[in-house]
């Protein structure tokens, strides 16, 4: 008889799918379409090399890079992100968008490669007199 | 010529294909329905069942050479025709005819559709489709006694083979007893939980059907859906009081008929699928004994009381 009273009550309860194109909520950790931020990025590849479904593509060229990201073939596994030690990487917190033609969602980003940051000046270091045999006193070995 | 006509105007309009396939298309709609709004989903849109015959007839079937190919196509065929011409024997509008008999060309035609699933499964050579079909065999031996019990226990308290007939007389506890009878036997005869056996998806991908695709199977879902038309609508004509007026009846008709499939749907949603041997146990151990005791009071009646 549980059963019954089950149904009856999801009977007038409202369903739970929705009819497309709606989409459910996401929830508080959703890992959505991957975003990506030129102004961070320093070009390692890194992302690249995370990416077990072949989703980032990463192009080096002369003086500059191109990253493209095709979600058709992302996971959302999110490992690129977690690895990404610029943080140029993130994931939105929405449902991809819905779409219907092959690579319509691709994104690809040349960037110009940032100079190398300066070496930092050599200053002169103090001479350090060397140990004495026998320790200060009060000292502690 | 007046019964010529009167045949083919049932075949043909009412209760026959004109009517019978847009009611197909509802009744599966309705099952369908009410199963995902018990579940808690939002079920198909109304047209569905029309939208998934247009498309599947819209694609093509792979090539099958020899006479496996052939009788492959001709297995769906042969049971759309069946059901279609059970739903036309039905004696829905008052004093519509019918002839000494018609309940058992109506229950032989019934049969049909079930013998070609088991064909089919056979035809196609696969593995799924062969396991269906020795279920669909198995189940088919044994609700059929019951059913045919049921059926027959009603006929011999009435004292006719005639469906008009059967259906006009009124109706006696006894009666009744064979209507339970053959209201059990239906989600069997249409493969509804709990007794989807032949066809459950997760174990053998739909058993018989696995190798169909496109126009072929858009047939067997007609087919399907002219069997749920004629084995409530059995029932409906056995249950309905009779009306002289003809739109009265109609309405009668598809109310019991909608009522059935609903009290169906509710029993699909409710239960899981019972293995093959609790079922053949269930129909041969309980509602057999059930059958034979409605049979068996039925023929001392006639005879002795």
């Known amino acids: 008889m549980n059963i019954l009273t089950m149904l009856w009550t999801n009977l007038w309860g409202g369903s739970r799918t929705m009819r497309f194109p709606l989409r459910p909520d996401v929830t508080e950790h959703y890992r959505g379409l991957v975003t990506f931020d030129p102004a961070l990025c320093s070009g390692c590849a890194i992302c690249k090399m995370r990416c077990t479904a072949k989703a980032i593509e990463f192009k080096t060229g002369k003086g500059e890079f191109t990253w493209s990201y095709e979600p058709g073939q992302c996971t959302f596994c999110g490992r690129c992100v977690e690895g990404c030690k610029d943080h140029a990487l993130s994931q939105e917190s929405a449902c991809p968008p819905i779409y219907l033609t092959v690579g319509e969602l691709k994104k690809s980003y040349t960037v110009a490669r940032k100079p190398p940051a300066p070496r930092p000046v050599a200053v002169a270091q103090p001479v350090v007199p060397a140990p004495t045999a026998e320790p200060a006193i009060g000292g502690r070995q | ?305």
């Open chain 2, 1 to 305: 010529m007046n019964t010529l006509i009167t045949s083919l105007a049932r075949l043909l309009i009412f209760p026959g294909l004109l009517f019978a396939v847009p009611a197909a298309w509802f009744f599966l709609w309705v099952e369908r329905k009410a199963v995902a709004r018990m579940q808690g989903r939002i079920g198909p849109p109304f047209m569905q069942p029309f939208f998934d015959f247009i498309k599947l007839l819209g694609k093509t079937t792979p090539e099958r050479g020899g006479v496996a190919g052939m009788l492959m196509r001709a297995w769906p065929l042969i049971a759309v025709s069946s059901a279609a011409g059970a739903v036309g024997l039905l004696p829905v509008l008052p004093a519509s005819g019918g002839f000494q008999g018609d309940l058992i060309l109506l229950l032989a035609l019934l049969e049909m559709p079930s013998m070609c699933i088991i064909a089919a499964g056979f035809s196609s050579r696969s593995i799924f489709g062969e396991i269906g079909s020795a279920r669909e065999a198995v189940l088919s031996v044994s609700y059929n006694i019951v059913f045919l019990l049921a059926i027959l226990s009603i006929a011999a308290s009435q004292h006719t083979f005639s469906l008009s007939a059967l259906a006009q007389l009124p109706s006696s506890p006894l009666r009744w007893l064979g209507i339970l009878a053959l209201l059990i036997c239906l989600p069997a005869k249409l493969h509804l939980n709990p007794f989807s056996l032949p066809n459950a998806e997760q174990e053998i991908y739909s058993g018989p059907m696995v190798e169909y695709a496109g126009p072929e199977l858009a047939m067997w879902e007609l087919s399907h859906g002219l069997e749920w038309v004629a084995a409530t609508g059995l029932v409906a004509t056995l249950i309905a009081p009779q009306v002289t007026l003809v739109w009265l009846a109609i309405l009668i008709f598809i109310a019991i008929s909608f009522a059935i499939v609903l009290l169906l749907s509710v029993t699909a949603a409710a239960t899981a699928r019972l293995q093959i041997d609790t079922t053949v146990r269930f129909y041969w151990q309980c509602t057999l004994i059930f059958a034979v005791l409605a049979v068996a009071a039925v023929l001392f009646m006639r005879y002795v009381a």
